[in-house]
């Protein structure tokens, strides 16, 4: 059986609740991707266009420090990549932990939570982050997620 890592990011504990519970779900490891400096609810304003968040969603070359580097890939095969889709696409935090590791071989499977946009064409945009790996859309996980669904969403996945 191979290894199997979920990491993610989480603003506002949405994607952390859904990560969680698909971490137990898969029987796999968890890792939480934090920003050197936490975000703020201010600098999650989306509706000011001078906040942290759109500000660093604005410049697609801006890669937000992380706090560690501290996960536990090597050995994982598949890594569930999770979290919230802002402008259409992943927080550049996700390209910040894309670059820090080595993921050549690696299957990265996406799931995100939103508020009402789609993924877009997040996968396509993290692909030059990781090269060598293979990054797969999972879908949206909104809402309450059980251990149940989840698990049969991950075994789907994994085929």
């Known amino acids: 059986m ?15 609740a859904v990560a969680k519970t698909l971490a137990e ?8 991707i934090r920003p050197r400096t936490p975000y703020t609810r201010a600098d999650l304003d989306w509706t000011n266009k001078n906040s942290r968040s759109s500000v660093e969603m ?5 890669r937000p420090p992380l706090a560690d580097h501290d996960a536990h890939i ?20 996700i390209n910040s932990f894309l670059e820090s590791y080595d993921f050549t ?38 809402g309450r997620q059980t251990k149940e ?3 049969a969403w991950a075994a789907r996945l994994l085929g």
């Open 2 to 16: 191979s290894k199997q890592l979920v990491a993610y990011f989480s603003a506002s504990g949405v994607t952390a």
């Open 25 to 32: 779900a898969a029987g796999a490891d968890l890792y939480e």
């Open 58 to 62: 604005r410049d697609k070359a801006f």
């Open 74 to 93: 090597e050995g994982c095969d598949t890594i569930f990549l999770g979290f919230p889709i802002w402008w259409y696409t992943a927080p550049t935090i």
């Open 105 to 142: 071989v690696k299957t990265i499977l996406l799931f995100a939570t939103s508020g009402g946009s789609g993924f877009g064409r997040t996968a396509a945009d993290l692909k030059a982050s990781a090269p060598g790996a293979v990054i797969r859309e999972g879908g949206l996980l909104n």
């Open 149 to 151: 669904a989840l698990a």
